[in-house]
């Protein structure tokens, strides 16, 4: 049995695992476009993340001004979702040290796996897309687990622990969804520094703060 004090690692996809505001944010200005709207920068746009699609595209358009209609936000969240997909790997890269820290954590004897509130599909087909599927044992999205079991629900945490067989799991996220879904499904979270908030890092509220993926070994380390 490893010394390692946590068996399963659970990881947030957008913003922590993955840099994929860069095909985020021209998906999101596709739908603005043809919603009549003058494009976001990028870099506004990483503060809209977190919740899934639907709920980044409600934020750009109430930054607009416009509070839409269901039957709006369905055609619009279509409009970017079906251009997203197309170009779901374009630009997207993990950022710096994912790969080397995933590899550690395996070493350890971890299994991995992925809770995130993309829908279950595009998520697959992203992290497949980037050659990292082989990395977790499961890969849950904000459906996988039913129309209301996303974050902050601890739903896909506790399926994807269930599936790793774990009984000392740890949590992973840049978003208050990832901290308050950790505490719900009573398991201690690291917040990361860099990613997309929705609130100032200081108030994300995760048991330790980390400012690069090389920090995370340590961090767990301590946790226990």
């Not at 659970?10 to 840099?19: A, K, Y």
């Not at 596709?30 to 980044?56: D, K, T």
């Not at 697959?124 to 904000?142: C, K, M, S, V, W």
């Amino acid at each position: 049995m490893s010394d390692f004090p946590f068996d399963t690692i659970l990881f947030d996809l957008d913003g922590t695992l993955l840099d994929s505001n860069r095909d985020l944010a021209p998906a999101v200005n596709h739908a603005l476009a043809y919603a009549g709207y003058e494009p976001v920068a990028e870099s506004e746009i990483r503060n809209y993340i977190g919740g899934g699609a639907s709920l980044m595209l409600r934020r750009a358009l109430e930054a607009k001004g416009e509070l839409p209609s269901k039957e709006r936000m369905a055609e619009l969240t279509n409009v970017l979702l079906e251009h997203y997909w197309a170009h779901i790997a374009d630009n997207t890269v993990p950022f710096e040290g994912v790969i080397a820290t995933l590899e550690e954590l395996a070493a350890k004897g971890c299994k991995l796996a992925v809770c995130t509130n993309k829908l279950e599909k595009p998520a697959r087909q992203l992290i497949e897309a980037l050659g990292l599927t082989h990395h977790f044992t499961a890969i849950y999205g904000g459906d996988s687990c039913g129309p209301d079991g996303a974050k902050p629900k601890p739903d896909i945490l506790l399926a994807a622990i269930k599936d790793c067989g774990g009984s000392r799991a740890a949590m992973v996220g840049d978003s208050t969804y990832d901290v308050r879904a950790a505490r719900n499904a009573g398991v201690p979270v690291v917040a990361l520094s860099f990613g997309y908030h929705d609130v100032p890092v200081d108030q994300l509220g995760g048991d330790v703060l980390i400012d690069h993926f090389s920090d995370l070994i340590p961090a767990l380390e301590k946790l226990a």
